[in-house]
């Protein structure tokens, strides 16, 4: 049971329909006053799908990312802290200019530029910065000390128990 895309019905049985070029979820209704027929698929895409797809026994949003791994599970390791330091080390100790660079990564100077001044580029480019100037930029996440307040007190911590708490 879901809502009709094209009247606003909640609730109802709906099916994926094909309306010019784009594919709504519409009730019984929708589709009979508006001769709209079901999705069709092509007979060779159909069994080519039946046969690549695993039954799951998780739900299909469980924690999945795009390529279907458990996002939980991932390595732990954090950009570091100083990554535009190590960056711009490592493209100074090659000899190489912001320009010389980005046409090694296929990437813009302002990317470059940008990523030396301390702005976290993406995932991808990171991963170019690491193979084209063999640096590493991740490192194992430490985990963070937490401090407990004494349930016994009836007031929470305030800054000055933070600071004499300091090492």
């Known amino acids: ?3 009709c895309e094209l ?18 979820t519409a009730c019984a209704r929708c589709i009979e ?3 709209l027929g079901p999705k069709e698929t092509a007979p060779g895409l159909a069994k080519a799908q039946s046969m690549h797809s695993k039954p799951s026994h998780a739900s299909a949003y469980a924690a ?5 791994k458990d996002i939980m599970l991932k390595t732990e390791k954090e950009l570091a802290s100083d990554f535009d ?10 000899g190489w200019n912001h320009a010389t660079l980005g046409k090694r990564m296929a990437e813009t100077v ?3 530029k940008s990523a030396e001044a ?12 690491e193979r084209v100037l063999g640096i590493s930029l991740w490192v194992v996440s430490t985990e963070e000390t937490t401090t407990h307040v004494d349930r016994s007190s009836n007031r929470g911590m305030t800054l000055g128990d933070y600071f004499n708490d300091q090492p």
């Open 1 to 3: 049971m879901a809502d």
């Open 33 to 35: 006053k508006m001769n």
């Open 7 to 24: 009247c606003g019905a909640m609730k109802v049985g709906v099916r994926n329909v094909k309306t010019g070029k784009t594919e709504v």
């Open 85 to 94: 330091k190590r960056i711009s080390a490592a493209r100074k100790s090659k």
């Open 64 to 68: 999945k990312g795009k390529k279907g």
């Open 118 to 129: 301390g702005k976290r580029p993406t995932d991808g480019v990171l991963r170019k910065f």
């Open 110 to 112: 302002n990317i470059i």
